[in-house]
Nanobody, 123 residues
C-alpha cells in the first residue's frame, strides 16, 4: 500500500505564501497522478490542483495564476506552491495519490489520501 506524509501547512497573512509537500512511499507500487484537494468547514472537498506522472497539470479556476503544483518523481513527492494567499484559501489541504498496486504480474489501481494539513490565512 501507499503511505502519504504531508507537511508545510500553517498560518500566513493574506498575500503571503506557503509550500505544501506530500511524500508517498510504499513497496510494489507505481505512483501515478498526484493532487491536492481542500476542504473548508461546512464545504465539500474540492480539487485544487493535480499533476500526472508525465507532468501535465490541472488547476481549479480559483487558484490559477497563484498556485503551482510540481512533483519530483525520484522522490515520489508532490509540492503545492501557494502564493498570494487569500482568506478564502483557508482550509484543510489533502494530498491524493493514484497508484498502481502490483501483485505478481497483475496490478490494480487505488487512490490514497493524506491526513490533511491545515492552512490558515489571516486578513
Amino acid at each position: 500500500q501507499v503511505q502519504l506524509v504531508e507537511s508545510g501547512g500553517g498560518l500566513v497573512q493574506a498575500g503571503g505564501s506557503l509550500r505544501l509537500s506530500c511524500a508517498a512511499s510504499g513497496s510494489g507500487v507505481s505512483i501515478q497522478d498526484m493532487g491536492w484537494y481542500r476542504q473548508a468547514p461546512g464545504e465539500q472537498r474540492e480539487l485544487v490542483a493535480e499533476i500526472t506522472s508525465g507532468g501535465m497539470t490541472n488547476y481549479a479556476d480559483s487558484v490559477k495564476g497563484r498556485f503551482t503544483i510540481s512533483r519530483d518523481n525520484a522522490k515520489s513527492t508532490a509540492y503545492l506552491q501557494m502564493n498570494s494567499l487569500r482568506p478564502e484559501d483557508a482550509a484543510v489541504y489533502y494530498c491524493n495519490v493514484a497508484a498502481l498496486i502490483y501483485i505478481g504480474s497483475n496490478y490494480y489501481s487505488k487512490n490514497f489520501w493524506g491526513q490533511g494539513t491545515q492552512v490558515t490565512v489571516s486578513s
